[in-house]
Every structure is written in C-alpha cells, then in structure tokens.
C-alpha cells in the first residue's frame, strides 16, 4: 500500500506491506534509524515517537495507520535554534551524561519532549513516573532525571527569551 | 595551559569532560549493527528448540525453500563438513599453572554445534537458519520447516543434575558436572575443630539476564576481489569472535574482519563468541550476498547467554565476638546445557568470596553443572554477586545468632589499612596469588556508616524495639572487594595522521563505557591536546592486530593503559624527529596544541603534521638514527595481575509488612576505584550497576518449569527496574592510586552491581527485626518476603 | 518478531466496519490502540486474516461526563479519560485506576474499549466496568445489542463477544455523587499489570453504609465481584474492624491462580489487604 504522512515536518510517500511496523517502515524505508527496537512489545520505549506530538510504540502500530498523519522522530527535534542547533532536551542529556550506550536516548529525549511540552516545570515523582516506560540499563537513570531537569531550566529560560522582546517593545512605547 | 617536560600532564584526567560520544547518540545518528544497511542484503531467522531435551528424528525443510523470498535454508547437517562446532570458547580457558597446581581444575569438554542436528539441549537452542529477503519472510518460512523431536527426558534443577540416575545432558558427562575446582586458604579443618560456633547456611542466586537493551545482531558480507570476510557484530570482544570463526570456518584470521559498531549495551552476554557469528560469516561467504541477523526480543532471553544462578552451602567458624575464622563453601553454578566459560565466573565467587574480611582459613569447592537450560557467562559482576549474597548475608546471620550489631561484626572482620598489601593464600584466575593491593577498609565502613544514618536509626530502634506500623525501614551492608582489569593485555596504537593529529586506536571495543571520551582525555595529557583534537576510534580487528575485550573492568586499566604508553612512546618519536628538523636536542622539546616547540619559546616550533612527513620513508627522511620511518606506535600492556577495587555499600529500605512490596530509598556506597580518569563516568557506571544490583535484587528471575520450558520470554515477564524504581543514590568516592598500572586506575564498571543484593537482603531483615527471617533467595519478589515473614511468624 | 501477514482495512464508517468484519466470516480482528493486539501480532501468537482499523472513525472518539453517566466511545484513548479533570472529581476510582495503566505512551494509545474487549482478567477497565456495572453497545451487520458487564466476561481473554461483532461505545453509570470510591492494586513495577486490583464503592447515610460495592481482579479468569463481601458491609458503621473483615471475605471468596509472579495464596492475602484498603479510601471520600 502507498501511504503518505508528514515526517519531521517533511511530506513522504512510501509503499509498505500491510503488515510493515511504523518502525520498521522509518528505519528501513525512510533511513531514519534513531527509531531503535529494543523490544517490539511495547515494554522498552526505545521505538518511542511523537504521532501528532503524542508519545506512541512504533513497535505497535503499523506504517499504514500513520497515513496522513504528522511523525516526528529523534532526528527531526533538532530546530536550530538550541546550542549547537540542538533540541534542549538533547543539549541536557549531553550537558548531564543523561546516556552511556545511547541506544534508550531516542525515546527518551522524545517522551522528555512531551512531558515538557505538557508541563514546564515537572515535579521529581511525575518525572520518575513519566519516564518509567522507557527502559534504560546503562545509566540507572539518576543522570537521566539531572538532565530533564536541564532541559526543562534550558526550555523555560528559551522561552523567556523568546517572549522578552515583545514585553520590551512595550516598555519602550 | 602550562606543558611540562615529561610528555604527560595532569590536565584532562581527572577532569568530568562532556563526552566526545554523545552527539550522534543524542540525535539519532548513532550506528548500531542493525543501521548498517548494506545494498542486496538478505535476512536470516532462526529455528529454534522449542524442546528442553530431545533426539532430532527429521527435518523437512522443503516448504520453507518454496517460500516466498527464501534465499536458503540451512540444517547442521547442511554444513556440517564446512562448519566446526564450538570446543574452544573464549581465550582464558587456558588454565595457568598456577591456578593448576591450587585448584586442580577439572574441565571437561562439551562441545557446542553451531545448529544441532541430532539433539538440541535447550530451549533455544539454533536448529534451521533460513534465508530470506527480508525478516518477516524469513520468520514466516522458518513456520514452514518442519521438525519431528523425540523427547529425551529433562534436568532442570542442578542440584537433582549431580544426584545419580539424573538424565544427562551430554551423554560422555556422567554426573552432569562439566567443570570443577577446589582450593583451601590456611588450616581449614583445624579451625573449624577449634571454633566455638559453627553453622551452616544455604544461599541462592536466581539465573538473571543482563538484558542489554540492544539485543545481539550481526551482518556479515564477503569480498571476493579481496577475499575478505568482514563481520559487524554486538560483540564485547571481536577478536575472539574473529578467532572462532578462523577456526570454525578453516580459513585465516587475516581474511576476517570483525567491526563492532555503537553497541547497545552489553554488560557480560556479548562476551561470549555465539553460532550466529560464526554461521553468517559462512553465510555471507557460501551465498555471495551480505546478510544479516538481527536477534529479537523474544530470541535474545532463550539465545543469549543467561547468568548467576549459584546455589551454595556455606559453614561458617566463629566465636563469640563474631570474629569468623573460618569458612567452607561448596557450591554448584547452574551452567546451562553448554558451559562456553568454563570456571570464569565459578572461580571468581570463590576468589572472591571472603570480599574486604580477614577469614584467614578458607575451603572452597566449585562445581559447574550442566541442565537443559540456556547456557551461563558472565554478567556484570560476573560471580561476585553471588559470593557477596552469601558472605555478607552469613555476616549478619551469624551477628543475630550472637546478638550482636551486624555493622559491628562486619567491622571486627575487616582486613585492617595496616595489613595490606594483603596476600590471601589463593591464586587469582590469571594464576597470580591474589594480593589485595590497597585500601583502608575500616575508615571506609565507618565513613559510610556515618553517611548512612545507620547509627541513628539504631538508636531509634532500641528505643522502640517492637513497631505496629505495617511499613518498617531497615538500613543493611555489604561489601565489595573487586580483581579489576585483567590480562592478558590489551593493545593501542597511537600515530600522527597526515593532517598531523593524534590518532588513538584501542583493541577494547566499548558499549557505552566512554572508551572514545576517557581514552582520549589520557591521549590529551600526553600530547598537550583537547580531548576533542584525539581521533578515537576502537571496536575494529583490522585497527589493533590483536586484542581483548571489554569485560571485567578492565578497559580504562587494561587498554587505558595501553594507550598511555603507546601515547608516551610516540610523545617521545615526535621529539626525536622534531628535533632533527629543529636541530635541538629532544630533551629541550614540548609537545604541545599540535607543535613541537623548544621549551620557552612557543615560535621556534614544527607542527606535528611536519614531523608527520619528516617521518616518511625515503631519502629526505628526518628518523632518529637506528629507527624505521613512521610516526604509529604500537603497545601491547600486559598487567602483572588484577589490581583490587573495593568498597561498601548501605541500602535503605522500607517494606510493607502486608504485601511483602520492599522499596528502595536509598543506596550509600564508598568505593575505591583507584584514580579516575572522568568522575561523572565514574558515576555514571555505579549508578547504572547498582541498579542492576537492585533489579538483581528484588525483580529480575528467568524462571523455567520443570519441562526446561522458560516463562520469562518478554519484557513483561522478566522485570527490569524502571525509572519508577530509582532510589536516591549518595556516592563517596576514594581514590588511592594503584601501582599495578601506569595510570594508577582500578576498575569500576562492574563495582556498583555486585553488593546491592546482600546490601538490600540484610535491610529487608533489618526491617523486619524483631522477627527472625530468612532471605536467602533471590529475588526478594513481595511473595517471598511474605513467605519469609510467615515461617519466621511460626 | 514481525508480524504475520494480513489484509489492513481501515474502516470508512461502523457500517463499513461491521460489513468488513463480516466479510471475513470470524477470521478479522478489530484494531483499536493495538496495545496489546500488535504484541500477540508480533509474537505470532494470533494470526488474523485481516485487521478492520476503526481509529480512523470520528463517530466513535471522545467521551462524555453527564450527571450520572459516563459514556466512552470505541477509540476513546485511556490518556483522554485521565487527563479529564472532572472524571477524577466525579469518580475517582476511574482516575485512580486509569493512572496505573502501562505508561503515558500506552495510555496515548490503547483504548477504554480496546482493553475491555480484550479482557485481561488483570487489567483495570474490564474490572472497573464490572464494579460501576458498564453497559456496552455492540454492532454488527445483523443490528445491535446492549450487554452488561456482568455477562460479558467469560473467560482469560475471552467475552460472549462475536467476532464479527464491533463494540461502539461503553457506558459506565456513576455511583451517587456522594458515595466514595476507590481503585487499589498492587504491581511489580510502576506501569506493570496488576497482580492483583481492588476497585470500592461506598455509600454512606447516618454513620452506616447503604451501599457497597467490590470487585476484585487478577484473581480469576475474570474480573470478579464479591457479593458475599458486600453484604458484610450493607447497614454496617464504616471502620477499620468492618473493612479488614470484608477483607477476610474476600479472601474466602476468590480462587486465584498460580503464576511466576505470585501464587493463588499470596494472590489471595493480596486480595484480603487490598480490600481493606480500598475500602478505607473509598469510605474516606464518601461525602
Ligand atoms: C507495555 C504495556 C503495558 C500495559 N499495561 C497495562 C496495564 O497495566 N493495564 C491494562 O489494563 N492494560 C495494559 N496494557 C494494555 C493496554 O491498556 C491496551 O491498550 C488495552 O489492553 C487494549 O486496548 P487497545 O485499544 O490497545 O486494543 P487493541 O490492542 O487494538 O485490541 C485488543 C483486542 O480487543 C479487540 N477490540 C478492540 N477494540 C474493539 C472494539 N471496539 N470492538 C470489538 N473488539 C475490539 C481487538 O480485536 C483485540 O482482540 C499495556 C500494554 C502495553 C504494551
Ligand atoms: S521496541 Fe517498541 S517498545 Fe520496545
Ligand atoms: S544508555 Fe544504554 S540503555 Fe540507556
């Protein structure tokens, strides 16, 4: 079947078996392989993406279903506009040795995305909790909680940034 | 940024400096083996046993070769003239003579096929590879071959595997047990005889899957204009891998190239050399296509190497002050149907049994068993895991005997600051005598014990001996000590690229252990250079001729310091030619920022890529007299022997006397890892061990039925601790220079793992005082602790 | 682990759905979240000929909160239910339960329907729909039916469902607005199924309770109501002592199974604990 769906903020069209995993299609298809299978259960996390900005398994849902809709994956976050052209929340993990084999960090990085997106200013027991459906065995995660911290200090103060030349502009009137 | 004059620095180690790995990892960009797409490529997928024990009676493989997109499909008996099964499997089962000559080691030989064609052993166990052109029809051929069994009867349990009239795994094998030792520190009998207190214990480690979160894989593609083999695999040591297949295969090492890529993980399993690699490589060479295995999930917890699994009976000497004068411990090592480490990880809980403590007489028999079960190596921790469980759980048994304070009685055992280097009358696996090198243990208990709170919460306790609150909180120890970077050796190269940069090239393939970020901070030093400038790169057979591995904590030991000397010898190259082309003597030369300058004055100075070309060979080369042209050095480090890390380790924990639910708050851990080359790796491998630890502890068993069926196939099953599970995590950590290697370093990947469970145990039974409970199984599920807690009720 | 093979029809309105599903004479399987039919997929433990998508159909999204009702529509997300504050307001044992389901990226996904329809006898919806007696609506070409839940369940993943039969909508009716009620269990790990849940109801007036409901699960084949519990409770003074003996009821009244991750007896201690401390909650939130 051709399906077409929007994938980091790029229209594409592919043909796909039926039975071909989101996964599957964006690894092997599309060369997009940040997209790991750790598990191809829905334990693991580690093919987490955003579907229409939610966190899903691309484990469980196959490449036909996401037609028509927006996917983003690890490699579409970076926007330029963080340090180095990175996303905040991979500046945080860098910043907080929030990985070691990297092999969990896409996920990761994606579902610290949404939580952030959700909630600017997570409490330590929503973080623990959030993020409990993304295994990790390398770093016992307490590096992982020091860099959601980061990005979420790093994505406020951007968007405090972002929101002060508006209020300048005002004060000068 | 001061350059001293003898070629090293203290700048970047010692430093917490980013990692030089993280940014393709963080952006998706990092290669795994399963990323490397290679045109034409076919899929392979595996028939598995789906029988513990059985006679293979036939195998018809005639509709899976009628399936769409099959390539091939392959039986054992298929290669059986081009494929030799597996009867050496890893380097260091060669016994040395002096682990001969205490031990006596007896170790049979078992051999392992690479697909079983007349009887498959477990679960798992590879029969049929089909080839196809992609993984989904691959899997839905392998549907298609047809396998007719006749099952043989079935050993599960090893301690039934030693009894007589037990069925027997490899017929030659008569009482199941494949490999054994005994060794004897001191006048055992005579101690015992003279003790005022003896007592017996029996402890049990489950079997545990290290689960990496990359499962194993491989890619293999053969070149015929070069005639090479080049095999990607998710392997810890692709040199050995390299070996087996030379072997297996008949063909030279020097037609085979294994790379290893990022991996995922690896933490013990990906140590060992598997059929898969061996097969694809002669897949790839018979097909003339590339093609590629990628284990699933579902594969990876039957396929890939279990661990732990240690059951042991421990007698313990004592007298009233708790002071052990001696210990006998038999046990059995669950091995699994094939046993591909020998005595490794058996060995190492006897080594390691009696930790930071005195003991001074000491028996130990070890015993490998074989069942009809995945085969055991090595997970982190690799054997200390288990002896610790028993050690420092007999520490505080022996403590509520007497009476007394555990931390007490673990303190009046500790080998004093004192009395080290500290020889312990038994040979190390490398058949060095093992001498516990340095460390203060009694100042480091009693720095943790302060950290810990554990004195207040004593306290506490006597003023409130009995407690009706259904949640209790219990603070318990344990002890580590650690035989860090083995031999042995391992090799670097260190040269100048054209462009003049340093090139560091290790033969230790790392998985995640920021071999590129370490390795380079030391290469820094040497060459006055931002880890940033070094060109890392490891994990590549056609790199370093010959190497190792990464295992048993001995990368920044081992291959760091082989790059320190490699980096040195080249440091001192680059002078020579330098100042041939200067024309002042070396001894008055700085390597430094990418020059060589005369020291004192930065601009009489030749970059490094002049002193590149000046090495060149041919007439206009500026070498030292006597020297061959070149700027690429070469060094093998080969250690005298291990040198011990060590350390403690205060669990706190709170248990639902109702649910048996144990949570942990939080770990303390004091731990001497020797100088570290980057504290926040450092931290980074405790926090990730000890969480393995807990998991360890409380959540992980693969668990089969009396039918040698495995229940624990998925990760809903086996349970990895989550996110959810973290406790708080305080480190302290000492660092006092070992002198067993020129980088002062001692091992830490594996420390962080192995006390977390006698640490969580003696805090569960602390938790429940004053209730007398045994908890000398692992894992410490919620039902356990309640059926604990009831027998101790009775 | 890639999944068999099989025709993908997305269906274009519940008509459609229904007629593919009767196409298919029994041999497609409906695919909501796919949170727990893609892992049997993956793991070749099902093998369908086809799959009817019905995510794709507007008419059964969203959920509404009327007064004494809650209605659920077939891909109504689990995440949707727990993000709505006024649910938890009205009955808290469904935000208490739904919370504990997997984790956020299943929850994103997996529906309210999914998950009873699939029947875990460890899983939360089919337990709650027990415990506020949820009627389900279920199409097929042939017309439609209403089935509570009380007869729905009939065994490990198993319903009185047909298999050309498309569940539209679940209702749940709420309990009194001042009655309590809670949602207790007891996992392995955060996210993990449950080993064993407790869902209460209660109803209080003049210091008695007029109302009681419990349900247990993870200690059956399904979900479980205990009746005889309940009637220890009916006209009883909310309390400790009175909760800890609805607790050894319960006990009595449930045969539980036997797994690697606790057995019948521990399952049933579980069982006994956690009913005590529902109860004690769902009392404490009784008006
Ligand atoms: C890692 C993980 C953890 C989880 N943890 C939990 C947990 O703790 N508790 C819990 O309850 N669940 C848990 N789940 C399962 C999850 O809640 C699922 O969403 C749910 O069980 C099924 O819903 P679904 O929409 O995904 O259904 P699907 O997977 O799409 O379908 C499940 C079954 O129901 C049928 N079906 C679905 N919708 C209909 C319909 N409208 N009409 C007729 N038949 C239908 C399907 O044909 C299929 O047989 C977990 C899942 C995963 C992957
Ligand atoms: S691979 Fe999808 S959750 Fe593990
Ligand atoms: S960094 Fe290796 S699994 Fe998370």
């Known amino acids: 079947m051709r399906i077409s769906m929007e994938v980091n903020g790029r229209g594409v069209e592919v043909d796909v078996e039926d039975r071909t995993s989101l996964a599957d299609c964006l690894r092997d298809r599309l060369g997009l392989t940040g997209v790991h299978l750790g598990c191809e259960h829905g334990v693991c996390g580690a093919c987490t993406v955003l579907l229409d900005g939610s966190s899903v398994r691309s484990c469980l849902l196959f490449a036909v279903q996401a037609a028509g809709h927006r996917v983003t994956t690890v490699e579409g976050l970076a926007d330029g506009a963080g340090q180095g052209g990175l996303h905040p929340v991979q500046t945080a993990f860098m910043a907080c040795h929030g990985l070691q084999c990297g092999f969990c960090t896409p996920g990761l990085v994606l579902t610290t995305c949404e939580l952030l997106a959700e909630d600017p200013a997570p409490t330590a027991e929503e973080v623990r909790a959030r993020l409990s459906g993304n295994l990790c065995r390398c770093t016992g995660y307490v590096k992982i909680f020091e860099a959601v911290d980061r990005a979420a200090e790093l994505m406020r103060a951007r968007s405090g940034t972002a929101a002060a030349p508006a209020g300048a502009a005002e004060d000068t009137r | 940024m001061t350059a001293t004059d003898r070629g090293h620095r203290d700048e970047w180690v010692g430093r917490s400096v980013p990692r030089k790995e993280d940014l393709p990892l963080v952006t998706g960009h990092g290669r795994y083996v399963a990323d490397i797409q290679l045109p034409g490529t076919a899929e392979v997928a595996f028939l598995r046993s789906p029988m513990a024990h059985a006679r293979i009676t036939g195998i018809d493989v005639s509709a899976a070769l009628a399936g769409e997109g099959v390539v091939t499909v392959v039986t054992g008996a298929d290669i059986r003239a081009t494929v030799l099964p597996f009867t050496r499997f890893v380097d260091q089962e060669f016994t040395p003579p002096g682990l001969e000559r205490a031990a006596h080691p007896v170790i049979l030989p078992c051999p392992m096929p690479v697909l079983a064609s007349e009887r498959v052993r477990y679960v798992g166990e590879p029969v049929v590879a089909v080839v196809a052109a992609d993984r989904a029809l691959a899997e839905d051929a392998v549907a298609l071959v047809d396998v007719t069994y006749e099952a043989l009867p079935v050993v599960v349990d090893p301690v039934l595997a030693v009894q007589s009239g037990s069925p027997l795994v490899h017929d030659d094998i008569t009482d199941n047990v494949q490999a054994t030792f005994e060794v004897r520190a001191g006048d055992v009998d005579a101690a015992f005889a003279a003790a005022p207190h003896v007592e017996r214990f029996n402890y049990e480690t489950q079997r545990q899957a290290a689960s990496p979160m990359e499962t194993r894989g491989v890619l293999a593609v053969h070149t015929d204009v070069t005639d090479e083999t080049t095999v990607w695999t998710s392997s810890q040591t692709p040199y050995m891998v390299r070996t087996r297949i030379s072997e297996q295969l008949g063909i030279a090492e020097e037609s085979i190239r294994v790379v290893v890529p990022d991996m995922g993980g690896g933490f013990g399993p990906k140590v060992q050399v598997y059929p898969e690699e061996v097969l694809l490589a002669h897949l790839a060479r018979t097909l003339g296509r590339p093609v590629r295995w990628i284990e699933d999930r579902s594969e990876h917890m039957i396929a890939t190497a279990h661990s732990r699994d240690q059951r042991h009976t421990v007698e313990v000497a004592f007298d009233d002050s708790g002071l052990i004068t001696a210990i006998r411990d038999d046990f059995l090592m669950d091995a699994g149907a094939y046993n591909p480490f020998s005595i490794t990880c058996a060995y190492n809980s006897a080594v390691h049994f009696r930790s930071v403590y005195q003991v001074p007489h000491f028996q130990v028999r070890g015993r490998c068993v074989l069942t009809n079960k995945t085969p055991n190596g090595p997970y982190r921790g690799c054997g200390r895991p288990e002896a610790t469980f028993a050690m420092d759980r007999a520490v505080y048994q022996i403590a509520r005997l007497l009476g007394l304070d555990p931390v007490e009685v673990m303190a009046r055992n500790l080998i004093p600051a004192d009395a080290m280097p500290y020889p312990r009358g038994m040979p190390y696996r490398d058949g060095q005598e093992v001498v516990y090198d340095c460390g203060d243990f009694p100042a480091a208990l009693a720095q943790l014990r302060a950290l810990s709170g554990y004195d207040e919460h004593a306290r506490a306790r006597q003023a409130q001996p009995t407690s009706t609150a259904v949640t209790r909180r219990g603070i318990g120890f344990a002890s580590y000590i650690e035989g860090t970077g083995i031999g042995p050796y391992e090799g670097a190269v260190v040269m100048l690229d054209s462009l003049g940069r340093v090139v560091v090239r290790s033969g230790s393939a790392p998985h995640g252990q920021s071999h590129d970020t370490t390795m380079s901070q030391v290469a820094a030093d040497v060459f006055g250079l931002n880890p940033d400038q070094i060109i890392f790169s490891a994990g590549d057979t056609s790199l370093v001729p010959n190497g190792i591995g990464t295992f048993a904590s001995r990368s920044a030991v081992v291959a760091g310091s082989a790059v320190l000397l490699a980096g040195r010898r080249l440091e001192q190259r680059v002078r020579a030619i330098a100042s041939e082309l200067l024309e002042i003597s070396a001894e008055d030369l700085v390597v430094d920022a990418g020059y060589v300058h005369v020291r004192g004055d930065a601009t009489s100075r030749v970059s490094l890529a002049d002193v590149y070309r000046a090495a060149l060979p041919g007439p206009q080369a500026r070498i030292p007299g006597g020297t061959e042209p070149g700027t690429r050095e070469l060094q093998y480090f080969v250690p005298p022997t291990v040198t011990f890390g060590a350390g403690f380790l205060a669990a706190t924990v709170s248990v639902d006397l109702e649910t048996g639910g144990v949570v942990v708050e939080r770990i303390d851990i004091i731990h001497d890892c020797g100088r570290m080359i980057n504290p926040v790796v450092v931290e980074g491998q405790l926090q990730g061990g000890i969480l393995q630890g807990i998991g360890g502890a409380l959540y992980e068993s693969v668990v089969y039925d009396e039918n040698g069926q495995p229940l624990t196939t998925t990760f809903m099953d086996y349970l990895l601790p989550t996110s959810a599970e973290v406790p708080e995590i305080r480190q302290i950590h000492l660092a006092t220079t070992s002198d067993r290697n020129p980088l002062g370093v001692k091992g830490v990947g594996e420390a962080g793992a192995i006390a977390p469970p006698a640490a969580i145990a003696n805090a569960v039974a602390d938790a429940l005082r004053p209730l007398e409970v045994e908890l000398n199984r692992l894992p410490l599920s919620p039902p356990t602790v309640i059926e604990a807690i009831t027998r101790a009720q009775r | ?287």
Request: one cysteine or more; glycine letters at 8%.
């Open chain 3, 1 to 287: 682990m890639k999944a068999p093979r099989f025709e993908y029809r997305a269906a274009t309105s519940v008509a459609h759905a229904t007629e593919l599903l009767a196409e298919y004479d029994g041999d497609a399987k409906v695919l909501a979240g796919g949170q727990s039919l893609v892992p049997l997929l993956n793991f070749r433990l099902s093998n369908p000929a086809a799959l009817v998508d019905i995510n794709g159909l507007g008419e059964l999204g969203g959920h509404r909160l009327g007064a004494d009702e809650l209605h659920v529509g077939a891909v109504c997300r689990h995440r949707e239910i727990e993000r709505d504050p006024q649910i938890a307001a009205r009955c808290p044992a469904i935000a208490d339960a739904v919370a504990q389901i997997g984790h956020v990226a299943i929850r994103n996904r997996g529906t309210v329907v999914g998950s009873i329809a699939h029947a875990d006898p460890a899983a939360e919806w089919p337990g709650l729909a027990m415990l506020l007696d949820a009627q389900f609506t279920a199409r097929a070409v042939q017309g439609e039916r209403t089935i509570a839940a009380g007869a729905f369940f009939d065994g490990f993943l198993s319903t009185v469902l047909d298999p050309t039969e498309v569940i539209t909508a679940v209702t749940f009716p709420l309990p009194p607005v001042a009655s309590g009620s809670a949602w207790i269990e007891f996992a392995r790990r955060h996210g993990d199924f449950a080993l064993v849940g407790v869902g209460a109801v209660i109803e209080c007036a003049d210091e008695s309770i007029t109302s009681a409901r419990i349900v247990v699960t993870g200690v059956s084949d399904t979900p479980v109501r205990v009746a005889a519990a309940e009637r220890v409770l009916h006209g009883a003074q909310p309390g400790e002592a009175l909760f800890a003996e609805a607790g050894r009821v319960v006990a009595t009244q449930v045969d539980p199974i036997s797994d690697i991750h606790g057995d019948a007896t521990y399952r049933r201690r579980l069982a006994q604990v956690l009913t005590r401390r529902a109860l004690a909650v769902a009392a404490d939130r009784a008006a």
